[in-house]
């Protein structure tokens, strides 16, 4: 993927990336799973594949995921999880593309789950 195609204009909204750890809930003294950041928000921009990538990935196990692409980022690895600020969903990583060039403005894509995991919405 071409990073030189993204504009400041193309990243719209905020993620945060980080894990889902048991919490204590200090109304009800039970822990329940809650959200982590890791990272401060980034912006990010979202990414769309084109028919022949669409077509090639039919029928595996990434036909349902979406891409985002954020600013090069040396501590985001697969472990995290990544939360949309605005409506608070959490996501599955499944892959990262880094862009390990020297240059000074670079760019990650990452690749999420479609969906946002299970029943939990990070808030």
Not at 16 to 22: D, L
Not at 27 to 42: D, E, L, R, W
Not at 109 to 114: E, G, Q
Request: charged content about 25%; hydrophobic content about 30%.
């Amino acid at each position: 993927m071409v990073s030189g195609k993204l504009k400041p204009s193309n990243f719209i909204g905020k993620v945060e990336f980080g894990t889902v750890k048991s919490v204590l809930n200090k109304n009800t003294g039970q822990k329940a799973p809650s959200f982590v950041s890791s990272t401060s928000q980034m912006r990010y921009a979202p990414r769309s594949r084109s028919i022949t990538q669409s077509d090639s990935i039919f029928g595996t196990s990434i036909q349902e995921t979406k891409i985002i692409s954020v600013r090069h980022n040396e501590s985001l690895t697969e472990n995290l999880k990544v939360r949309f600020v605005k409506t608070g969903k959490v996501h599955d990583i499944k892959y990262i593309s880094s862009d390990e060039s020297n240059t000074p403005v670079s760019f990650d894509y990452i690749t999420i789950t479609k969906e946002p995991l299970g029943a939990f919405d990070g808030t």
